[in-house]
């Protein structure tokens, strides 16, 4: 740890490869918006052509994540360590593994219609990490000088990951059982309806979402888990109360929480997804305004 | 019918009319009910948030002093509700234990059920296959059909049961057992935290270079034991800091004057009468002593002064702890002369390690390590309040009511003095030399006898959830018809694969009749 180089060279040719990864990202989700415009088109015509329209999509966001991964890559190497020790690479580490995890789960046919979320967070994500969040390649601090930085945080960026897919597909769930809109006659929310119509059955993206949520809860646990053993070899104790204990202790509680919802009668359905949603709002402010505004130990963001 | 429904009790609306025993029955079924458990779920959830908006004395005591300090009046209303406590508050405590109550009436009935379900036959087929999630009838002439099926799903770790028109089959019994392997273990990390919280300590201590440290009460600059603990447990190990080493970063450009690394190298007598052992604590890597670990918390550097009066006698030498400031050193130190002649008086001192000045005139550090070191220093005389027995914060001193003699408005410039400097007090308080420097290393020697238990808990609830979770629970039913026979499946939780299973049994069936 005593003598690491850093390369700040490299480092400008990651971010140059992450605003690569950024333009790329724009077009793709531009396709996919015009695939799904095109699928839910009246004429057949216009509905055959999407099937191809697709694929052009899936191979622009596979150069985008190539651009991205690379991007990832190269901050680690000129950091010499893992990229994910501040908010900027935590936010690019992470983001890249949410779209590399969708892009393993495209096989799964009715997932893909929230390719259009998964790339437009991706790129909010991104654009966020370097106007906001942009740190110079620093070395590690010595309270993060522990291979629990690889173990515990790859599997929070895994579970985020998951979480943040089972989020889409919840926010597809809700907007396809919208009882308004599915009653409404106004013209302007014909598109919409259209659009919506195209979605998998609601039991599907339920079922999905369900999927992804207890994935992400078997990784959160893990993370918490494993957090506990970290604090203890850093912080002298297992579990202190900090505020991103806090945080992640209420994150966990709500997944438990939504675990329990749809083995509930009454509970299953909206309510679920609405649940599903008020975790992920947690995640998002857990990783935003609790880094960036709270005190505790995990003052990580590298931002004054 | 339901799978679901054979595990959530108390869902189920009663008849209102009920004697005390219905009563409390209905309350317990209340409580035990999986809805109450997601309420209070949902609950705790939002119970822990005040804890992370307002400070809290566990984790961070100054801040509670500095609320209080900036709304005197909100605070004290605050405190009665115990915001400043919250996650041992009566009603954070009331809901999680309301939750435990709850999971173990839960657990208890589960578990019975589930024992008695380990050991008994699959249900019988139901009368009505239709309305099941995976369905299909096939019309057929071929004999033995039911026991084929039976055979396949005996071969896919099926439990089977044939009657004489249908088969009736389950798997997945080992879902349950996880989920109540999970739902036990987080009973016992419970009750671990209760009793570690109880039995443990946590102490701290700082030690200078060259200092050491015996472990027994009077050892420590502050000591918070468990309700239970017995101070006649510690183990008398003794720790002397031989060197502290603090690496920063001078060659990246981008990073000049980060911590790279912290290293105390110390020496630990297990008994003191055993030989030292070389040894060294860094972040993370605390040092394992019987009975105790010793972590690495703080760091700073003492620099060794020493006062004597105007006729040169010594009224203090000796290291003194200096407090960081800033990342790069800024130190703050406080030195109290109570039996200074002729006056007593206190010293507000700053330490830079690489001294420099700010555009105001003030001085700064410019880099965290000891390459251009300076130490300043404002002088007060006055009645230091340490005779009346009131005990005082060592590292602060209570400037009101004393007069500066030194520094700021009094009219004599600061003292500053370089390594090595000897150099006059005002007003005949005598000299003060700055001999040496030092490094101090903050230490914490905490204990919990019940961690290796919570840990256990924790992973067996662990193996527990991923069972649960991932293991499917299925049941399949297989009836003849008057033309034929009838599949069909379900599933907890539902399941993509089963009607796959289902189309798998009839492709079982042809390839038997080749
Ligand atoms: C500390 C409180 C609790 C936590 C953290 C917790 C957590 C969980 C989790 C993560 C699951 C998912 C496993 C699965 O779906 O198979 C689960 C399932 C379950 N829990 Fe809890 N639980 C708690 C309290 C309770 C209580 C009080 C009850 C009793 C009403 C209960 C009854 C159940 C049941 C019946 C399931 C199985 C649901 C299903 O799989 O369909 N839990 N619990």
Redesign the interface.
């Known amino acids: 740890m005593k003598d690491v180089m850093l390369n700040p060279v490299l480092d400008r040719y990651s971010l140059v490869a992450i605003f690569a990864a950024m333009a790329i990202y724009t077009v793709a989700f531009l396709v996919f918006v015009w695939h799904l415009s095109r699928l839910s088109s009246t004429s057949k015509k216009m509905q055959k052509s999407a099937p191809k329209l697709e694929r052009s999509a899936l191979f622009i966001l596979i150069t985008a994540v190539l651009f991205h991964g690379a991007g990832v890559v190269m901050r680690g190497v000129a950091a010499s360590r893992v990229p994910w020790a501040n908010m900027y690479e935590f936010s690019i580490t992470g983001s890249f593994v949410i779209v590399a995890i969708f892009l393993f789960a495209w096989f799964v046919k009715e997932i893909r219609v929230i390719a259009v979320l998964v790339t437009g967070f991706a790129l909010l994500v991104l654009g966020a990490a370097t106007t906001n969040f942009y740190v110079q390649v620093k070395t590690l601090m010595p309270a993060l000088q522990s291979y629990w930085l690889v173990i515990h945080v790859t599997v929070a960026v895994l579970a985020t990951a998951f979480f943040n897919i089972a989020a889409a597909l919840a926010v597809a769930y809700l907007l396809r059982n919208w009882g308004r809109l599915k009653k409404s006659k106004a013209p302007a929310l014909q598109l919409v309806k259209r659009v919506l119509s195209v979605f998998p059955e609601s039991k599907k993206l339920e079922s999905l979402s369900y999927r992804f949520n207890m994935i992400g809860f078997i990784l959160w646990t893990f993370t918490l888990v494993a957090g506990a053993v970290w604090a203890e070899r850093a912080w002298h104790r297992y579990w202190g109360w900090d505020t991103k204990e806090v945080w992640t202790f209420i994150i966990w509680t709500i997944y438990a929480g939504y675990l329990h919802a749809t083995a509930t009668r009454g509970w299953t359905g909206a309510r679920a997804a609405w649940l599903s949603l008020v975790g992920f709002a947690a995640i998002l402010f857990n990783f935003t305004i609790v880094n960036l505004f709270f005190k505790g130990l995990h003052v990580y963001s590298g931002l004054k | 019918m339901s799978l ?1 429904s054979d595990v ?1 009790h108390g ?1 189920e609306i009663r008849s209102p009319k009920l004697g005390p025993a219905g009563w409390a029955r209905w309350i317990w079924g209340q409580i035990t009910s ?2 109450t ?2 309420l209070l ?2 609950l ?2 939002v119970a ?2 005040p ?2 908006l307002l ?2 004395r ?3 005591p100054n ?1 509670v002093t500095a609320y209080f300090q900036a709304n005197p009046t909100t605070a004290p209303t605050l405190d009665k509700l115990q915001a400043f406590d ?2 041992s508050s009566a009603w954070f405590s009331s809901i999680y234990l309301l939750l435990f109550i709850s999971l173990i009436g839960c657990v208890l009935p589960r578990t019975r059920h589930h024992w008695d379900a380990l050991r008994s036959e699959p249900i019988d087929t139901p009368r009505s296959l239709k309305r099941f999630p995976a369905y299909l009838a096939k019309p057929s002439k071929q004999a033995g059909v039911l026991e084929n099926f039976a055979e396949q799903l005996r071969r896919m770790r099926f439990r089977v049961k044939v009657t004489k028109t249908s088969v009736s089959a389950e798997k997945g019994y080992v879902r349950e057992t996880g989920n109540l392997l999970f739902h036990v273990s987080l009973i016992g990390v419970l009750i671990s ?1 209760g009793i570690g919280g109880a039995t443990s300590f ?1 102490g701290q201590r700082v030690l200078v270079e060259g200092e050491s440290f015996v472990n027994n009460l009077a050892g420590y600059d502050s000591f918070s034991p468990g309700v239970w603990f017995d101070s006649k447990t510690l183990q008398p190990f003794n720790v002397k800091l031989d060197k502290f080493v603090a ?1 920063f ?1 001078l ?5 000049i004057g ?5 290293e105390a190298f110390v020496s630990l007598r297990e008994t003191p009468t055993s030989k030292p052992v070389a040894s060294k604590i ?5 040092l394992e002593a019987p009975g105790a ?1 010793i ?1 690495l ?1 703080g760091n700073g550097y003492a620099p060794v002064l020493t006062f004597r009066d105007k006729d040169g006698n010594i009224s203090f030498s000796g290291p003194v702890i200096y407090m960081p400031q800033d990342a790069n050193y800024t130190s703050l130190g406080v030195i109290k002369l109570p039996d200074a002649k002729p006056n007593q008086f206190g010293v507000l001192s700053f330490f830079y390690p690489t001294k420099a000045v700010l555009k105001t005139g003030a001085f700064t550090s410019g880099y965290p390590a000891p390459v251009d070191p300076l130490v300043s220093m404002n002088v007060y005389v006055g009645d230091l309040g340490l005779d009346n027995g009131i005990p005082s914060n060592v590292f602060s001193l209570q400037v009101h009511g004393l007069k500066q003699v030194a520094g700021g408005k009094s009219g004599t410039k600061a003292l500053t003095l370089e390594l090595g400097e000897t150099k006059q007090l005002p007003q005949e308080l005598g000299t003060v030399t700055w001999d040496g420097l030092k490094r101090y290393a903050s230490l ?1 020697i ?1 204990y ?1 006898p019940m ?1 290796v238990w ?2 256990l808990f ?2 067996l ?2 193996i527990g ?2 069972t649960s ?2 293991t499917p629970r299925r049941r399949v039913f297989a009836r003849k018809t008057e033309t034929g026979y009838e599949l069909a499946g379900m599933a907890k ?2 399941d ?1 694969r089963l009607q796959g299973i289902l189309e798998e049994l009839v492709l079982g069936l042809k390839v038997r009749k080749k």
Do not use: E, H, W
């Open positions: 679901r959530t869902d999986m809805r458990a997601l779920l949902l705790l959830a822990a948030i804890g992370s400070p809290q566990s984790s961070d801040g919250v996650y935290v946590s690496t970063d060659r990246n450009k981008t990073n980060t911590p790279l690394d912290f860094r972040v993370n890597y605390p670990n972590y918390t914490d905490d919990n961690q919570i840990f924790a992973v609830a662990f959830l991923i979770l991932l939780n539902d993509p």
